[in-house]
């Protein structure tokens, strides 16, 4: 049998290679992590209610032993996330007393968290997801409503890049998002990244989550968008990718393995989809898959409880599937 070769190595010419880990999988996954990849991101572990839960409270001990593993066996770190609508504490928007946040406040709060999260790691993180998913995915609407936009306007986005670049100048500032392979969302992404451009907002890279499943979106539209992003002259890193078995609104709970058909499209999937990030590598700076082995996947459960998912290029018992073979074997 054929030796296994590292996958980070493999690209080493191309992009790093990055998976996302918590405070279990960075100890079940590790000799896979240490092999294959160059870089982590936090699945949870930064996020605002894990770091920051009250207003005078810091919690870094999960996000620090993620550091201290990275800077042990020499692997790079992405920072997820800074500002997000989602897994935000309630007392962020709120003051002592019940009411509504003053814009003041707010800003100061973001102010003082992004200073405080960035200015930890300083020089130890070399990409920030910034801003993540404020995109609407409505029809006809360009931001997504939130607490942030709501008592900020706008300009939040805008805000929080400056701070961060502030506080960490070499580290390259991402806006993130998902579904960003839809035509309509992919033009909602790029005129946001291309008007903070434009006023001279520090804003590197363009981050692309890359949830995709064996039906959707279509090469076509991942091509498409790649060169839409591409031409804003910025940096792209896939972000979260993984490719799920189910397409989107598929809600059976029946399946107890994949099948053999699932296999093969995965399979294919995963070469195509690689292909198209060889031929980007000039701008593709960064490919992260969101988890390693499918062991472990967000995905288990969602969106309904009792199936699970098989989304990775190793299985459960953290050997490569064929789909690896398609991915490191290429001409
Ligand atoms: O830790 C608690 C546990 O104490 C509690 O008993 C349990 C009950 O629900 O919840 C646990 O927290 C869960 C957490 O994951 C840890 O597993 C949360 O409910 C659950 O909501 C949370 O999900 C995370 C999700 O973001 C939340 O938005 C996923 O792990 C994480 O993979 C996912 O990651 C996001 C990216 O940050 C942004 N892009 C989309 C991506 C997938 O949704």
Do not use: C
């Not at 810091?58 to 989602?86: P, Q, S």
């Not at 033009?187 to 946001?192: A, G, M, Q, T, V």
Request: net charge negative.
């Amino acid at each position: 049998t054929e030796l296994i070769p590292s996958l980070y190595s493999v690209y080493q010419d191309y992009f790093l290679i990055g998976a996302a880990v918590n405070s279990r999988t960075l100890h079940s996954e590790k000799d896979l992590l240490i092999k294959h990849y160059n870089s982590l991101t936090a699945e949870n572990e930064m996020k605002f209610e894990r770091i920051h839960p009250s207003e005078d409270v810091f919690t870094f001990e999960k996000a620090d032993e993620i550091m201290a593993f990275a800077k042990k066996n020499g692997l790079n770190v992405r920072g997820h996330t800074l500002v997000w609508h989602n897994q935000t504490p309630d007392w962020v928007f709120i003051e002592e007393d019940g009411s509504p946040v003053s814009q003041e406040k707010l800003l100061s709060r973001m102010e003082n968290h992004i200073s405080t999260v960035a200015g930890r790691y300083k020089g130890q993180i070399y990409s920030w997801d910034v801003v993540n998913e404020a995109v609407s995915d409505n029809k006809g609407e360009f931001l997504r409503k939130s607490k942030w936009l709501d008592i900020l306007g706008e300009d939040f986005i805008a805000k929080a890049f400056e701070i961060a670049h502030e506080i960490d100048p070499n580290a390259s500032l991402f806006y993130n998002d998902y579904n960003e392979s839809d035509p309509e969302k992919r033009e909602k992404i790029y005129r946001l990244v291309k008007s903070l451009k434009e006023q001279g907002v520090p804003i590197h890279g363009i981050g692309l989550q890359a949830h995709w499943n064996l039906h959707q979106p279509n090469i076509k539209d991942i091509r498409e968008s790649m060169e839409r992003y591409a031409s804003l002259g910025l940096q792209i890193q896939i972000t979260e990718m993984d490719v799920s078995l189910y397409g989107w609104g598929d809600r059976r709970t029946d399946l107890k393995e994949p099948t053999k058909e699932m296999i093969e499209l995965q399979e294919q999937r995963y070469e195509q989809y690689f292909q198209i990030f060889r031929e980007f590598h000039d701008v593709i700076t960064s490919v992260t898959f969101w988890g390693v082995s499918d062991s472990y996947t967000w995905l288990n459960n969602f969106p309904v409880k009792g199936r699970k998912n098989w989304p990775f290029l190793f299985n459960e018992k953290q050997q490569p599937k064929d789909a690896f073979w398609k991915v490191v074997h290429f001409k």
